[in-house]
Nanobody, 122 residues
Framework: VQLVQSGGGLVQSGESLRLSCELS????????IGWFRQVPGKEREGVSC????????YYIESVKGRFMVSRDNAKNTVYLQMNSLRPEDTAVYYC????????????????WGQGTQVTVSS
């Protein structure tokens, strides 16, 4: 399983970007997917996710109403649409795919994209 990200870049405050993450090697629909971000010196932060069970999106408070996560199972691709970007959104963004439980103990496997830089200037 491999996740390949695209999108990102440098934008001004208030502008938009869309990140894409294509999964290869298996079927996307069986995974829970998420987007994380990380800035230097800080821990990776979960931004949004789509659970495989209910496919309902979840967002951290700081991006609610501005970001939208979606998945296209036919294209095996996950998207993060980011609108009204702010300088504090500047980070390296990572997509994540988590398998269903693989055994009776509930163990799962996580796969990560390579990361993509998003920089928002003020």
């Amino acid at each position: 399983v491999q996740l390949v990200q695209s999108g990102g870049g440098l934008v001004q405050s208030g502008e938009s970007l869309r990140l894409s993450c294509e999964l290869s090697g298996w079927t996307l629909e069986v995974y829970s997917i998420g987007w994380f971000r990380q800035v230097p010196g800080k821990e990776r932060e979960g931004v949004s996710c789509l659970n495989r069970e209910d496919n309902q999106p979840y967002y951290i408070e700081s991006v609610k109403g501005r970001f939208m996560v979606s998945r296209d199972n036919a294209k095996n691709t996950v998207y993060l649409q980011m609108n009204s970007l702010r300088p504090e959104d500047t980070a390296v963004y990572y997509c994540n795919a988590e398998t269903p439980p693989l055994n009776i103990e509930g163990s799962t496997v996580n796969y990560w994209g390579q990361g993509t830089q998003v920089t928002v200037s003020s």
